[in-house]
């Protein structure tokens, strides 16, 4: 029997599995590492969700099968959460699932849309689901840029025109993981056009939806007239009510979509646990000071990374929004790659980043770098940092870190 197993052969090995072993290990050996490579939330849900959690959990009828598509309630608050804060009017019963998280929705999605030798249009880089999710459902990926500028919309166009078969789904995922761009509805606005004109699916991935600074809040593509003819779109309550473990997205928009999906996934699971999917409620219908609140918090980490970083020798960009910063490597270690760099930064500075290379070929030359760590330990990790560009003969400003 053979073990050469189709999907298996389009997968390569995660590049950034690599540095995750390798923390893994050091923190087995009592090292201590400051971890800012997975965008893994550090906060706590507010009280009051974690509290509906227990409340319906212990009641004796909870622990049944749920729903697959979700339950109703959280499909009405999902919808009541459009309607607030985009403006946007949808119906819970053909416009909205509930998703086990993002990642899983886009998989789903992938799987029911998705012919062998379809071509995908997918940013590069990009978080790995936007194209292992369709390569691992057969299709043929082809890159096109993360910056919105006009150089985006002419890789659209030539991709359309040179493109055997023509496209037939665009990724687009604002605020980017891990590049942190971002769009305007503007931008929406003339890619719904495109896409209307062109006959191509569009799905948007608008995972960090209220994590936005310098009061430039994100939209929706579906704030676009006309935009529900031709996209669906992905939100999560990972970052927002920082219930990353939790595993609760959704998918909002198109209804052919929307219907696709839902008969895949009523194949696949039962969906969340019933009492998750009423403390999801709870966090989207009730008191929502935790969502300004997680947005301060990380906005002054960003603050404080940038910061700490460029006194000790590393320039940083600040990012408009996500809970990342998309850092290119110092230019006198930029030869190292990605990898490599990535690898020593954990050795010698104990800080975990994640590489670029792990986001595609154009992620190369830059790292992630998640806002998951406290002040005090982001300063800690400027003070690693810059001892080790120091013992790399890197010249770094005379002024101690932090």
């Known amino acids: 029997m053979s073990d050469e197993f189709y999907r298996m052969k389009r997968l390569p090995p995660y590049v950034i599995a690599e540095v995750n072993a390798m923390r893994a290990q050091a923190r087995a050996g009592g090292e201590d590492i400051i971890d800012l490579g997975m965008g893994n939330p550090d906060l706590p849900p507010p009280d009051h969700v974690i509290a509906k959690l227990v409340e319906v959990a212990q009641k004796p009828s909870a622990h049944g099968y749920s729903q697959s598509r ?37 998989a789903s999605l992938a799987t029911a849309i998705t012919a062998p030798g379809d071509v995908v249009l997918a940013p590069n880089p990009s ?7 369709f390569i691992i459902a057969g299709a043929t990926i082809r890159a096109v840029p993360t910056t919105p500028d006009e150089r985006y919309f002419e890789s659209l166009d030539r991709a359309v025109a040179f493109t055997v078969p023509r496209p037939s789904v665009l990724v687009v995922n604002y605020p980017s993981n891990p590049t942190a761009e971002t769009v305007d509805l503007a931008f929406y606005e003339r890619l719904v056009a495109w896409a209307r004109a062109n006959e191509v699916w569009v799905i948007s991935d608008l995972a960090y939806s209220e994590l936005y600074y310098d009061g430039k809040p994100t939209v929706s593509i579906l704030q676009v007239p006309g ?3 031709v996209a669906v779109e992905f939100t999560s309550l990972s970052k927002t009510y920082s219930m990353a473990g939790w595993r609760i997205g959704f998918a909002v928009g198109n209804r052919k979509l929307i219907a696709a999906m839902t008969r895949v996934k009523s194949y696949l699971d039962y969906g969340a646990f019933t009492p998750v999917q009423a403390a999801a409620c709870a966090a989207l219908n009730g008191p929502q000071d935790i969502v300004e609140k997680n947005r301060q918090l990380y906005h002054k980490r960003r603050d404080v990374l940038v910061e700490s970083f460029a006194r000790a020798g590393w320039d940083v960009p600040a990012p408009p929004a996500s809970m990342f910063a998309w850092a290119p490597l110092p230019p006198a270690l930029a030869h190292l790659g990605s990898l490599e760099f990535s690898k020593q930064l954990l050795t010698h500075a104990k800080v975990a980043v994640a590489p ?9 030359g830059y790292v992630r770098i998640a806002l998951v760590e406290n002040e005090q330990r982001l300063r800690q990790a400027a003070r690693n940092v810059k001892r080790y560009l ?5 010249n770094v400003p005379g002024k101690a870190a932090g």
């Open 356 to 364: 670029g290379v792990g986001y595609g070929e154009n992620g190369e």
């Open 70 to 106: 979700g339950i109703p309630g959280l499909r009405r608050a999902q919808a009541n959460y459009y309607g607030r804060r985009f403006g946007v009017e949808v119906d819970p019963e053909t416009e909205v699932v509930v998703t086990m998280g993002s990642k899983e929705g886009l």
């Open 127 to 133: 978080y790995p689901i936007h194209t292992f999710g």
């Open 390 to 394: 120091q013992s790399m003969g890197v």
């Open 227 to 229: 935009a529900r003819d």
